[in-house]
């Protein structure tokens, strides 16, 4: 069963209930100001039926009149008038006997003056023996009995009782006010259905519908919660399980894609050493090498294109390695600029001998301690001066190195006057197999994992790491170490 029938069934259960539980305490009410069951009958009778007196005024009545019919002589005997008169009082109903134009007996609680002038004429057929009259601000209902006294003059008994001008009024307009009760009634119940649905069954009928479109594969789309009740909150919840959803999807897609280009680019990085090794190896059994100088040009190319896919291996182990971070990092603190001066110190003469001028700047005046594994942090700086190296073609030929501290971390630059990197290649240097131009790296050897392999390590310091570029202008790389005092490292 749906929600919106079951809402549907409890509204129309609470306005049965409703209606059921106003009928009995009305019910209980008029048993309890009258204390008697069957006066709910008489009350009704009261109010609605053409006799407009109770079951026990009219008994009485009947009495009177069976008196009046036949010895209405009696109805002059004030003492059985009073007898009669004490059983209506106490139903709250009046006796008044008439005789010509005066009231002979009156119940004292009749208090109009005036209120034999009000009578209805003398109606000696009795037609018409029950009806109400108004006098001034006061209703009675009354029932009549015209008769005639033994010396012939027309004489009338009523029972009469005054009824509140209220209940007049709600006599006539009872039914109405009902009916309006019972609308008022209904239409709220409706109101309070449609406004309910409205806030439960059309956001969760959205929430259906998203379902739907992410199990079909859609996950373009916002699903916004409003308000702030417990729909609106499953509501927020579903959209960020869609967002997540979507992120891994994308990530997932994003590695999809690098896991292909990179089965692409190690064949291709394969290919190419192997088919210049095959093609050397025939060239030898072919006999082509036929001097000692060309055999030695042939297998030193075999063994250059050997070494090539060794290192590649080698490379490409590592990558991967660090890339599943199952390459474990030995941390120690150490002095960052003790470590880049002893590094520079150590490769400055080499560097000469290839006629690149190596300076430095490295800041003493506060601590650069560091949390890093060394051998890994060696392997950065040799991959960046490797590249400074490869790419610096014209003179003069420059690389320098700079250290400084900032609030909470060290910041090492490199910069070279090499050949610089073009803009649209900057951001992609770090990617894996990235080599800005193809042609030129065939020459300068590598297969494009070098900075990758630094960012990784970089990352696993918990540093990061950037290039700054211009073609023509010489390239820097930034490294960003954490300070071992700003990460509690201190021992
Ligand atoms: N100092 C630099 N000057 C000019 N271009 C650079 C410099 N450093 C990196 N690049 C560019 O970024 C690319 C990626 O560098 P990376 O070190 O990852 O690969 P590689 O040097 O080509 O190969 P590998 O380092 O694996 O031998 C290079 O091919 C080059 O195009
Ligand atoms: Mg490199």
Not at 7 to 32: K, Q
Not at 147 to 153: K, L, T
Not at 376 to 402: H, Y
Not at 409 to 423: A, K, N, Q, T
Request: proline share 3%; charged share 25%.
């Amino acid at each position: 069963m749906s929600i919106r029938v079951r809402l549907l069934l409890s509204y129309s259960c609470i306005l049965i209930v409703t209606i059921v539980l106003f009928l009995a305490a009305a019910l209980l009410f008029v048993v309890a100001i009258t204390g008697d069951v069957r006066s709910v009958k008489d009350f009704y009778n009261i109010h609605y039926s053409v006799n407009p007196l109770s079951e026990q005024e009219e008994t009485i009545f009947l009495d009177l009149k069976y008196l009046a019919k036949n010895e209405p002589d009696s109805l002059l005997d004030h003492t059985l008038l009073n007898q009669y008169n004490y059983k209506l009082r106490s139903v709250q109903a009046e006796l008044v006997i008439r005789k010509g134009n005066e009231a002979i007996y009156s119940s004292l609680s009749v208090k109009q003056p005036q209120f034999i002038t009000f009578l209805p004429d003398y109606e000696m057929e009795n037609n018409a023996i029950r009806n109400t009259l108004q006098i001034g601000d006061h209703f009675y209902a009354y029932a009549k009995f015209d008769f005639r006294f033994p010396d012939q003059s027309k004489g009338s008994v009523l029972v009469v009782r005054e009824r509140s001008p209220f209940a007049e009024v709600v006599r006539t307009l009872l039914p109405i006010i009902l009916g309006v009760l019972f609308i008022v009634l209904l239409l709220m119940n409706m109101l309070l259905y449609y406004f309910l649905t409205r806030s439960i069954i059309k956001p969760l009928d959205l929430l259906r519908k998203s379902t739907e479109r992410i199990k079909e594969g859609d996950l373009e789309f916002e699903l916004q919660a409003v308000g702030s009740d417990e729909i609106a909150r499953l509501s927020e919840a579903f959209e960020d399980m869609r967002m997540k959803l979507k992120q891994s999807v994308e990530k997932q897609l994003q590695y999809e894609q690098n896991r292909k280009e990179l089965v692409a680019n190690i064949t291709h990085d394969l290919k190419t050493p192997i088919t210049s090794i095959k093609a050397s190896i025939e060239g030898i059994r072919d006999g082509v090498p036929d001097t000692k100088q060309k055999m030695e040009r042939y297998v030193n190319t075999i063994l250059t294109k050997a070494e090539h896919m060794d290192q590649l291996i080698d490379e490409l182990f590592l990558y991967s390695k660090l890339d599943l971070k199952q390459l474990p990092f030995t941390f120690e603190e150490i002095s960052l600029g003790q470590f880049i001066e002893d590094y520079a110190e150590d490769l400055q003469f080499d560097l000469q001998d290839k006629g690149v001028a190596l300076t430095w700047d490295i800041v003493h005046s506060e601590s650069t301690n560091v949390l890093a594994d060394r051998d890994k942090l060696k392997r950065v700086l040799t991959n960046i001066m490797d590249n400074a190296m490869k790419f610096m073609l014209d003179e003069p030929k420059q690389i320098g190195i700079s250290l400084s501290v900032e609030t909470d971390f060290v910041r090492l630059m490199i910069s070279d006057s090499g050949s610089g990197i073009s803009e649209e290649a900057l951001p992609f240097i770090f990617e894996r197999f990235f080599r800005e131009d193809l042609s030129r790296s065939q020459q300068t050897g590598g297969s494009g994992l070098g900075l990758a392999i630094t960012k990784q390590i970089i990352e696993g310091h918990n540093g990061s790491i950037y290039a700054e570029s211009k073609l023509g202008a010489g390239t820097s790389m930034i490294i960003k170490l954490p300070l071992a005092r700003s990460i509690g490292g201190r021992t």
